[in-house]
């Protein structure tokens, strides 16, 4: 997905580098839009990653994308223990996964307080971690569009990875913190990357 990416949403990725090129990887990012997805699988460089998505997503087109980007789908009743099981069997395979652990897709381009679920994957996968941010999804697709705008930029950077046993072995508000704070920094150099503000409808 990175050509057209880079054709129609003038996407760059920054820090290909920071990603480990073995060993279970778990991948942390904001979510501005459905095109994370994306964005995320050109940040990832050459590891392939399980992303859990609804399975109402799998349609048409875009599910044809989301699939061939390492997407496996869940029931709406399957949930959050569903989505958990599946992750922490990938990475004890020693495999990567991509999570938003805010949740859900923003409704203003900002960063999210992120839920308590992504600690628990941490502290039974201990996986290395890698913060992303995405500054410019937000702009070319907000979440109350029903279509993506064509144009503008997109901009993501990629940190440098860290250790899971020692997000395991802290407090959770403490880790929790820690996460957040890293892909906030991301989601920062991202937008001052891009030069511009998130635009809405």
């Known amino acids: 997905m990175r050509v057209p990416c ?18 279970p990887v778990l991948f942390i990012s904001n979510h501005q839009s ?11 460089a050459d590891r392939q990653f399980t992303i859990i998505a609804k399975k109402g997503l799998f349609r048409g087109p875009f599910g044809w994308i989301i699939k061939s980007l390492g997407a496996k789908p869940i029931s709406l009743n399957g949930g959050d223990g569903e ?46 971690i890698v913060p992303i941010g995405i500054a410019g999804s937000y702009s070319a697709w907000p979440r109350p569009r029903m279509l993506p705008r064509f144009g503008g930029k997109i901009r993501v950077t ?5 250790d899971g ?30 030069g511009s503000p998130e635009i809405s409808l």
């Open 6 to 23: 880079n054709a129609v949403w003038g996407m760059r990725v920054r820090g290909r580098e920071n990603v480990p090129t073995q060993g």
């Open 83 to 128: 989505s958990l099981r599946i992750s922490i069997d990938e990475l004890q395979a020693g495999r990567c996964v991509c999570m938003y652990p805010e949740g859900a897709r923003t409704f203003d381009g900002t960063v999210q307080p992120f839920r308590r679920g992504v600690l628990l994957l941490i502290r039974k996968a201990k996986p290395q």
């Open 34 to 44: 459905f095109f994370d997805p994306m964005c995320n699988g050109a940040a990832a």
């Open 158 to 162: 990629v940190g440098a990875a860290f």
């Open 165 to 194: 046993n020692a997000i395991a072995a802290m407090p959770p508000e403490e880790a929790l913190k820690v996460l957040e704070d890293s892909v906030r920094a991301q989601y920062a150099e991202a937008l001052a990357w891009r």
